[in-house]
């Protein structure tokens, strides 16, 4: 069935069409994974929890998502007095599109991608950083005390944990010697031990290098325990207290996009992306395997850790983190330069 | 509470002389002292103010004083240099006299030595100095008074409604910048309605970015009177508010409100009745404890220990529900005794929970404590030192976690608590990581309580045999302190030989332990000092009450 996708949508139709194909595509997989992921969250809470989760709504509560969504979009967009209208409307849309753009290069499954463009590294990079000024400037219109300190962390934080995420993104560049997402995924074809996170003959500290994005990755998509801009139990709900309705709902489904655009490079820089570990299966159903993985980790940390504290976060990212990335970085120089494949 | 004719002390010596008599109020009538009784002995003679011995078991204290009002700073100091602490300040309105009276009272740290201080001031123009730059705790204590009794402690630096409603001047006072004002410190407040304050605290918290300048805690956003309350209802029928001023801990406030009153009547309560308080207690100092973990690790941004705290507190809520029919506010223990004895079920019930928890705090341990976001988030936070804990008299798991073994189990033992063999867990470090130890170690300590009072309960009845049926306390004042699970909670009855009590003090653990936030806080970040305040674990009806 995949097959029969990935030629229909690659070969037979015209690129206009197969562009909105790939949009509309791209746009319900987010939403639907948006919803759900949120249903993943809360059942996975519950078990974490001993507690049953949600199971009114549909069978295990799985129509829960869409009474929410039907909830959220019911409800007034309240604009608070003395806000800045425009950036306060502006920034959930700020927050999310990013996540969608970047979406359009990642290999879902062999040629399987909206666009196969030779940057898309440095294009979900360049993107990426706009999610910071989303939250930045959603905090600040909001006129919230609140709302603003968590500003200024979200600016500090991501600041911090984008320099480790791209010296390590230089390493797998340096391996991989290009920045095509497809190309990056070619190359780890064959068995598990091809993938990037194993290739320890490259540079022995790869799956330390993977563990440093994934940490990053975290960090940037201010999930536990790095949520510092929402830090419920600090600051209210963080950059987000003054929004109501929808308005909340897209920040809140913008964070799974980007916790699914997160874990997707993840898969196809670290994991191999598509390709199978033992030979069987198409690569869509590998790719979503190894994703959904992740996530799940995702899910599992923030349920198990308590948040760190500002501090002991940026100095884990300054001392620890960027220090290490480097070192991975020049030893992979190192090791490229002495053993040329 | 129509006053008039009271008369409890009408030939008490003017206030500026010592009072020479042994007890503090001559004894009334139907309550003669007995006349052999040698003197009590007075642990505080070598100081120049005429301390007198009192005998414990009948008042709850150990020495006191009466002094005139001037010379209400030089005995505080002296008894700071003793070592001791301010436990609370009380106001009482002779109204009869025409006088107000307000007594001090200091507790010792490290031992048994519990000092009362009186002083009498004229009613239409009570004014005495402030202690607060020998003990800073009494700021509140002070504020109190003030709100109840307008007496005007003269010096003190804030005497603005503590727990009655803030006049309209007051949310004017400290102006916030208006919008668009350039400063880069602003005002924060934190609460009432906020995650991290449990309840209806505030906090107004004056901050530079994130680091806190000052923090001023607003209190009495759930002031229910309960000290009025007391005044104006008999002794049986105030029994049921003792277990909705602190509602985790109300087995132990309870057994203060009624140990006052035995201790008043010179009740002897049955054996079986005194171990299953201290049995019902202890559960209830678990069930407290568990309540906090799981707020505490939510302050700290961790949500799952919350739900399993909340598995193994519902097996004592169900265990105490059979035996007392509440879940909560369990109203048990009744003036002589018990409302009823247990029943088999709960002591097996209870005998499998202790088997069942041990393992519990063992997971807990390797899962939370253990854990090193968690150790990093406290190790060092928000350091209390002892002197600070005694200087504003704060009292259980955050004095203990200052390096201070006080508990009011071992240093004035009450109720059948000497029979028991359990260690009093006393972390140095001060910070917050240790006042979290203490908890989770007396967790482990009232466990074992509980197991030896399952095997050691004797049989017998759990009703005093004749309790009277009107009850009318002996003219004076009584007290009883308790270890409550926040820390020391005493309970002063003034009694004019009615049925109801001339005044009811509640010396409640949480605003002691509060007190010390401001000084405690400074400079800290917002997210230390959250951690901080949840270490100090706060319930606010225990503050305003």
Not at chain 1, 175 to 197: C, K, P, R, S, Y
Not at chain 2, 48 to 57: E, I, N, R, T
Not at chain 2, 283 to 288: G, K, T
């Amino acid at each position: 069935m995949f097959d029969w996708l990935r030629h229909s949508v690659s070969a037979w139709w015209p690129e206009p069409l197969r562009l909105l194909l790939f949009l509309v595509g791209i746009l319900s997989f987010v939403g639907l994974n948006a919803a759900y992921l949120v249903w993943v969250e809360r059942k996975g809470a519950a078990r974490f929890q001993r507690r049953p989760g949600p199971t009114e709504v549909g069978w295990a509560g799985l129509l829960q998502p869409i009474a929410d969504a039907a909830k959220l979009l019911s409800k007034q967009l309240i604009v608070p007095a003395g806000v800045d209208t425009t950036l306060f409307r502006v920034a959930p849309l700020l927050m999310m599109s990013p996540a969608l753009m970047s979406l359009v290069v990642i290999p879902w499954s062999p040629g399987l991608a909206a666009r196969n463009i030779n940057v898309g590294l440095l294009m979900i990079f360049a993107f990426g950083s706009i999610n910071v000024m989303a939250i930045m400037l959603g905090g600040w219109s909001s006129r919230n005390k609140y709302s603003i300190i968590s500003a200024a962390r979200i600016v500090s934080q991501n600041v911090a944990y984008e320099i480790p995420m791209l010296l390590v993104v230089v390493t797998m560049i340096m391996v991989t010697g290009t920045m095509n997402l497809n190309e990056i995924v070619l190359q780890q074809a064959g068995a598990f031990w091809h993938w990037n996170i194993f290739r320890v003959w490259v540079n022995p500290l790869m799956p330390v290098t993977f563990v440093i994005f994934f940490t990053c990755m975290l960090a940037e998509t201010n999930r536990a325990p790095f949520d510092m801009a929402e830090a419920e139990s600090e600051l209210v709900a963080g950059a987000y207290t003054e929004y109501s309705g929808m308005g909340f709902g897209v920040f809140f489904m913008a964070e799974y996009a980007n916790i699914l655009l997160g874990c997707s490079l993840a898969t196809a820089l670290f994991l191999g992306g598509w390709q199978s570990p033992i030979g069987v299966l198409p690569g869509m159903f590998w790719f979503l395997v190894k994703l959904y993985f992740l996530v799940f980790s995702v899910v599992w940390i923030r349920w198990t850790f308590p948040r760190t504290q500002f501090y002991g976060l940026l100095n884990l990212s300054w001392k620890i983190l960027i220090p290490a990335s480097l070192v991975t970085l020049i030893l992979t120089s190192a090791m490229m330069k002495l053993f040329p494949a | 509470m129509s006053a008039s004719d009271l008369q409890p002390k009408a030939d008490l010596p003017p206030p500026a002389t010592s009072v020479a008599a042994p007890a503090p109020r001559p004894a009334a009538p139907t309550q003669p002292l007995p006349a052999a009784a040698p003197p009590p002995p007075n642990p505080l003679a070598h100081l120049p103010f005429a301390f007198q011995g009192v005998d414990y078991a009948a008042r709850g204290y150990h020495c006191e004083v009466t002094i005139a009002p001037d010379q209400i700073i030089a005995v505080a100091e002296s008894l700071d240099k003793e070592g001791l602490a301010l436990d609370t300040i009380t106001g009482v309105d002779w109204i009869a006299e025409g006088q107000m009276e307000v007594v001090y009272d200091y507790f010792h740290p490290a031992r048994a030595l519990r000092v009362v201080v009186r002083t009498r001031l004229p009613r239409d123009n009570p004014e005495v100095a402030s202690i607060h730059r020998v003990f800073p705790g009494a700021n509140w204590h002070e504020r109190e008074t003030h709100d109840f009794f307008g007496i005007r402690f003269l010096g003190h630096p804030n005497l603005t409604p503590f727990l009655l409603p803030e006049d309209a001047d007051y949310h004017t006072h400290e102006a916030i910048p208006p919008h668009g004002v350039p400063s880069e410190m602003f005002t924060l407040n934190l609460g009432p309605q906020h995650p991290a304050t449990h309840g209806v605290l505030r906090v107004k918290l004056r901050m530079d970015g994130e680091y806190i300048l000052h923090a001023e805690p607003v209190c009495g956003y759930i002031h229910r009177m309960q000290e009025k309350m007391g005044e104006n209802r008999t002794y049986a029928q105030f029994l049921p508010n003792t277990s909705r001023i602190d509602y985790l801990s109300a087995m132990t406030y309870t057994h203060a409100f009624v140990g006052a009153v035995e201790r008043a009547l010179k009740l002897q309560v049955p054996p079986r009745a005194e171990y299953i308080r201290v049995l019902t207690s202890e559960l209830n100092r678990i069930s407290s404890h568990l309540v906090w973990w799981g707020a505490f690790l939510l302050d700290l941004g961790g949500f799952t220990p919350l739900l399993y705290a909340f598995d193994d507190r519902e097996k004592i809520l169900d265990l105490l529900e059979g035996v007392t029919g509440s879940r909560l506010t369990y109203s048990y223990y009744r003036i002589g005794g018990l409302c009823n004895d247990v029943d088999d079920a709960f002591i097996k019930g209870t005998r499998q929970f202790v088997a069942q928890m041990r393992p519990r705090l063992k997971m807990y341990r390797s899962l939370v404590t253990d854990n090193i976001i968690f150790r990093k988030r406290l190790i060092g936070i928000g350091p209390i030192s002892r002197e600070m804990c005694r200087k504003y008299g704060a009292t259980g798991p955050v004095i203990r976690g200052s390096g201070v073994p006080y508990d009011v189990r071992r240093v004035e033992p009450y109720s059948v608590y000497p029979e028991f063999d359990f260690e009093v867990p006393v972390f140095g470090e001060g910070d917050s990581l240790a006042r979290y130890l203490v908890r989770m170690e007396e967790m482990a300590q009232s466990l074992r309580i509980i197991e030896q009072a399952l095997d050691k309960l004797p049989a017998g009845p759990v009703m005093v045999e004749k309790v009277p049926r009107v009850i009318k306390l002996p003219a004076g004042d009584y007290c009883y302190a308790v270890e409550a699970a926040r820390g020391r909670f005493a309970v002063r009855i003034v009694s004019d030989n009615k049925e109801i009590p001339y005044r009811v003090k509640l010396r409640t653990p949480s605003l002691s332990n509060l007190s010390l936030f401001e000084e405690a806080s400074a400079g800290m970040l917002l997210p230390d000092a959250l951690a901080l305040m949840g270490s100090l674990d706060l319930v606010i009806p225990d503050i305003d009450r």
